[in-house]
């Protein structure tokens, strides 16, 4: 039950978002031509000959739009496979990924071998070994197709494990392969289904390093689906337990969990799980003895450490942030025998240490600027941002704008855009968006001056007691109604 996790190394999921950039019209030129070019080590180093058909062949590849190397792809329809809605940014190339069937026949010829050797090891453990040898085999050819990419016999291949396992730990890790499947070609659908799957499993008596590692692929997915009110809680959950790098990166899950808690948790959790979080503190770059405390784990994420810096205003962390790249470390794998990687691609957190400072401390012309910062870093360059990048950006103003408005019952219009670092006209249609939506209770009075805002704060204890009035009248009337009954009732005895 608590075995190690297996089929935890395919598919290679960064090769899905180097398909994402070559078709990414925000990443830069460069960006694409080193996406390609790994893209291209990944295809020929692993004999993906069943990914690459799918990317780049001329008629029914996903990335082959300007149809250059047949005359047939030009009458093909522009509509894409299902699963491709989430390989790529746009139907628009920027780097080409050229198809040549010389290529293909040899990668093909590379995968019919292999899967000749895997067929006559299973041959071998049926005559000669026992149902553990058999296993293994069929195992190792499931790996195998996730390998090269051949999302239909990989899952195929993986149920078949699932249905003569009796270990519920490797039934879990092979459900957990089934939703990286889905997570590498895009399918939101098969992974709601799987994942669900998992959680049952694990729900049956799974062990407490799968429950964890399902935390952060329930987390991921709900982001993929813009529920971020609930995926915040179990990423941030796993930023202190996180194994799971087959999954993502130690830096993308900081970078997930920081932003799914901005845009959804309450000023209070806010606080406690992201300003303050250990974790989040010693990556985002916090300075001095704020530093060193978020990494020997005495600064607490829990309530009660909130309590404490809101009584201590001199704690709070600067809303200047630090311009040096950081590269994200998960404090509890060091020294342990942890598969995270031994070295991340530095990123800069900057922007995401300024969104975060500067949106709880209130200092909004930093945190617009910040905002941009983050779409052009984060949420334009990420397969999994990318697609919620408007809505995002959307309700973080939202958010900004609430929290300055709910201090106030008067607020000048030119006063508030001069605080947003924003134009009048600007701030005056996207607040009259929201108050249209019914998500800003104010109103904007222009007809004299300079314009105004007048918040139209919903009175809570008065709308508890209008509900307690409304329903006590429900209750009387089916009371009277019950009575009626009963002396009707009575009177029939009678």
């Given at each position: 039950?608590?075995?190690?996790?297996?089929?935890?190394?395919?598919?290679?999921?960064?090769?899905?978002?180097?398909?994402?950039?070559?078709?990414?019209?925000?990443?830069?030129?460069?960006?694409?031509?080193?996406?390609?070019?790994?893209?291209?080590?990944?295809?020929?180093?692993?004999?993906?000959?069943?990914?690459?058909?799918?990317?780049?062949?001329?008629?029914?590849?996903?990335?082959?739009?300007?149809?250059?190397?047949?005359s047939s792809s030009s009458s093909r329809p522009a509509g894409r496979k299902p699963s491709a809605a989430g390989m790529v940014a746009t139907k628009s190339v920027g780097a080409t990924l050229p198809w040549n069937e010389d290529v293909y026949n040899r990668l093909k010829a590379e995968n019919d071998k292999e899967l000749e050797a895997f067929q006559k090891e299973e041959d071998e453990a049926v005559e000669q070994a026992g149902e553990t040898e058999i296993m293994a085999a069929k195992g190792k050819r499931a790996d195998f197709f996730a390998k090269i990419g051949d999302k239909d016999k990989a899952i195929a291949a993986y149920e078949d494990v699932f249905e003569k396992t009796g270990i519920l730990g490797t039934k879990i890790d092979l459900v957990l392969a089934i939703i990286r499947m889905g997570l590498?070609?895009?399918?939101?659908?098969?992974?709601?289904?799987?994942?669900?799957?998992?959680?049952?499993?694990?729900?049956?008596?799974?062990?407490?390093?799968?429950?964890?590692?399902?935390?952060?692929?329930?987390?991921?997915?709900?982001?993929?689906?813009?529920?971020?009110?609930?995926?915040?809680?179990?990423?941030?959950?796993?930023?202190?337990?996180?194994?799971?790098?087959?999954?993502?990166?130690?830096?993308?899950?900081?970078?997930?969990s920081v932003l799914a808690g901005s845009v959804s948790l309450k000023r209070v959790d806010f606080k406690s799980k992201v300003v303050d979080a250990p974790e989040i503190k010693a990556i985002l770059g916090a300075d001095g003895d704020d530093k060193l405390l978020a990494l020997s784990g005495a600064i607490s994420a829990g309530p009660g450490a909130?309590?404490?810096?809101?009584?201590?205003?001199?704690?709070?962390?600067?809303?200047?942030?630090?311009?040096?790249?950081?590269?994200?470390?998960?404090?509890?794998?060091?020294?342990?025998?942890?598969?995270?990687?031994?070295?991340?691609?530095?990123?800069?957190?900057?922007?995401?240490?300024?969104?975060?400072?500067?949106?709880?401390?209130?200092?909004?012309?930093?945190?617009?600027?910040?905002?941009?910062?983050?779409?052009?870093?984060?949420?334009?360059?990420?397969?999994?941002?990318?697609?919620?990048?408007?809505?995002?950006?959307?309700?973080?103003?939202?958010?900004?704008?609430?929290?300055?408005?709910?201090?106030?019952?008067?607020?000048?219009?030119?006063?508030?855009?001069?605080?947003?670092?924003?134009?009048?006209?600007?701030?005056?249609r996207d607040l009259a968006r929201f108050i249209a939506g019914g998500r800003i209770p104010c109103?904007?009075?222009?007809?004299?001056?300079?314009?105004?805002?007048?918040?139209?704060?919903p009175d809570d204890k008065n709308k508890q007691y209008q509900d307690v009035v409304k329903q006590g009248d429900q209750l009387i009337t089916k009371l009277q109604k019950y009575g009626q009954a009963v002396r009707l009732r009575g009177s029939e005895r009678a």
């Open positions: 039950m608590g075995s190690d996790p297996q089929y935890a190394k395919w598919p290679a999921l960064p090769l899905a978002q180097h398909v994402f950039t070559i078709t990414n019209p925000y990443a830069t030129r460069p960006a694409q031509q080193a996406a390609l070019q790994s893209l291209q080590e990944g295809i020929n180093e692993h004999s993906m000959a069943p990914l690459y058909k799918y990317l780049a062949h001329p008629t029914d590849g996903i990335l082959n739009s300007t149809g250059e190397t047949t590498f070609y895009g399918d939101k659908a098969l992974v709601k289904k799987h994942v669900a799957r998992a959680k049952t499993l694990v729900d049956s008596g799974g062990d407490w390093d799968r429950r964890n590692r399902l935390k952060a692929y329930e987390g991921l997915h709900l982001l993929t689906v813009r529920s971020y009110n609930l995926s915040a809680p179990l990423l941030l959950d796993s930023l202190s337990t996180f194994t799971s790098y087959e999954l993502c990166t130690y830096s993308n899950l900081v970078v997930y909130e309590d404490a810096e809101m009584r201590d205003a001199k704690d709070t962390v600067s809303p200047t942030a630090p311009t040096k790249a950081t590269t994200a470390v998960n404090l509890t794998t060091l020294g342990t025998s942890s598969d995270q990687p031994e070295a991340e691609m530095a990123v800069d957190f900057s922007p995401l240490a300024q969104l975060v400072n500067s949106l709880y401390n209130g200092h909004y012309k930093l945190f617009f600027q910040a905002l941009a910062m983050v779409e052009e870093q984060f949420l334009t360059q990420d397969r999994y941002l990318h697609e919620h990048k408007g809505w995002f950006i959307r309700e973080m103003r939202l958010r900004a704008y609430q929290q300055l408005l709910q201090s106030y019952r008067v607020v000048g219009l030119e006063s508030m855009a001069n605080d947003f670092g924003v134009t009048v006209d600007f701030l005056d109103t904007i009075d222009r007809v004299t001056g300079k314009g105004v805002i007048e918040t139209n704060r």
